[in-house]
């Protein structure tokens, strides 16, 4: 391309530049403002304190399960972070969205085109009349055409309804990125929670299987006593109608494990039959601190599900400027040029070249009201977009709440729990200690191990439902999920 041609086609560029630097000056619709933070202080009411395992306090070290100490969940949730699919789903869909932002700001610059042909034709010079010169005929002449050009073009966007456009898709691109934070979140709290399961479960079966032992044991002590002639058959019957009732609790809960090892497997990305989950105990799962806490005015600028729905809001909010700008006149430049020749040679001469600039102005007249509607449907949906942003807020809340309540409860229960344990265990030794003495029954023993054992069960049961709730409260308050 020519000095000249190139110089022509800058100075377009300018003046289109320019008109935009211009016309940049007015934004119809209203700006977005962000939600007020909440004027409540807690999260649990008057009567409600909170647990000993909570603390009013924001500060924390890394990603939030290190707090529970286990190096195999630490790895574990690290694996899943990188192969589990739902979040390639989430970095996908945020992928998207930061395109549609570059398609916004795309259209909304100077557009240029370029454009360049060869045409063979031949001329009906008949059509136009020319037939010859007395008896002379003029035959229709074949040629080829060559031709080069570039158009450019700018929407000036009186109101800013591009702008708009582009406001609405940065904050759709904030919102998939939350919703992207909230998913990591939600994965590593759900596989946290399943460890906790595992734990509790292996608990619970390790409590059963000493039942088992412990039954067995009560049965050699009547075979013993009977063959003293100390014993009935009563207490016989009884010591093995427990064994057996012991032993039926142990498929359930095997079935349980099952479950909570396949659900870890898929939460790591993996089949069931092609990873082994590591044997996450109740003395290898413990918290090493007090869970913080923020504020709930924090809480709103933390939880990635609040976020989102705020990002949401703001996109609802341009949306409206988008449709208001629509009602108003539009303004829009446009410019070209083109080279055309007969001979490739004379392709980018002066005498070949042709330009035209022009101004494109378009304003609604009548549609039937689509317009307006159209605006009113932006604003009822900046209504939904609000009051889903109060619920989800209200819904944060509340879940904080009630994970706090969890843990208070389960420290009471753990607490009672403890005291039921030793007076079982009270209640057995001076159980047996008569029977050795022959001043008890069989059956007096019996029902005192069953209590015993059903206060530990009841313990490791108490146990995982309290590390559960403190995972569900991490969860809760928006706690970090970043391994870096």
């Known amino acids: 391309m020519s000095p000249t041609i190139k110089t022509r086609l800058a100075t377009l560029m300018g003046a289109i530049s320019l008109a935009a630097l211009v016309s940049a000056c007015t934004t119809v619709g209203p700006d977005f403002q962000a939600p007020e933070a909440p004027k409540t202080a807690g999260y649990v009411g008057k009567d409600e304190a909170l ?66 042909g060869v045409d063979r034709e031949r001329a009906n010079l008949q059509a ?29 966007d009186l109101w800013g309804g591009s702008r708009r456009r582009i406001e609405g898709a940065t904050a759709r691109v904030e919102a998939e990125g939350r919703r992207a934070e909230a998913a990591y979140l939600s994965l590593t709290a759900n596989i946290a929670l399943q460890a906790a399961t595992i734990a509790a479960l292996q608990a619970e079966i390790a409590s059963v299987q000493q039942m088992i032992a412990d039954d067995e044991t009560n049965i050699e002590l009547v075979r013993k006593a009977d063959a003293l002639g100390g014993a009935t058959r009563l207490a016989g019957v009884s010591a093995q109608a427990q064994l057996e009732q012991d032993r039926a609790l142990l498929p359930p809960l095997l079935g349980e494990l099952a479950a909570a090892r396949h659900a870890l497997a898929v939460l790591v990305g993996k089949a ?29 600028r933390k939880r990635p599900d609040i976020l989102a729905a705020e990002a949401e809001l703001h996109a609802a909010t341009a949306d ?94 753990l607490a009672a729990q403890a005291r039921v344990e030793r007076q079982t265990s009270e209640r057995l030794r001076l159980a047996r200690l008569a029977f050795d003495r022959g001043g008890g029954t069989m059956l007096e023993v019996i029902d005192a191990q069953r209590a015993q054992n059903a206060a530990r069960q009841s313990r490791a049961r108490i146990e995982g439902r309290k590390l559960a709730d403190a995972v569900r409260l991490f969860a809760a308050t928006g706690a970090d999920w970043r391994t870096v």
Request: hydrophobic share 45%.
């Open 320 to 413: 409206i400027g988008v449709a208001t700008a629509d009602l108003y006149p539009n303004l829009k430049l446009s410019a070209s040029l083109t080279q055309g020749a007969l001979k490739p040679k004379d392709l980018f001469s002066y005498d070949a070249s042709g330009w035209d600039v022009g101004a494109g102005l378009t304003a609604p007249l009548f549609n039937g009201g689509a317009l307006k509607a159209r605006r009113e449907q932006a604003r009822a949906a900046a209504r939904v977009a609000s009051a889903r942003y109060q619920q989800t807020v209200l819904t944060a809340f509340g879940q904080v709440a009630d994970a706090l309540a969890a843990l208070s409860a389960d420290e009471a229960a």
């Open 51 to 116: 647990p000993a395992m909570a603390s009013l306090d924001s500060t924390g070290v890394g990603p939030w399960w290190t707090a529970l100490g286990s190096p195999e969940l630490d790895a574990v949730i690290r694996q899943a972070l990188a192969d589990n699919p739902s979040l390639a789903e989430a970095d996908a869909t945020l992928a998207g969205a930061q395109s549609a932002l570059a398609v916004a700001r795309g259209q909304a610059g100077p557009q240029a085109s370029a454009n360049a």
């Open 128 to 156: 136009f009349g020319f037939t010859g010169f007395g008896d002379i005929k003029l035959s229709n002449p074949t040629f080829s055409l060559y031709s080069v050009g570039a158009g450019v073009g700018y929407d000036l």
């Open 272 to 300: 069931p039959a092609e990873w082994t989950p590591p044997a996450f105990t109740l003395d290898t799962l413990k918290l090493s601190a007090p869970v913080p806490v923020v504020l709930p005015s924090a809480l709103v």
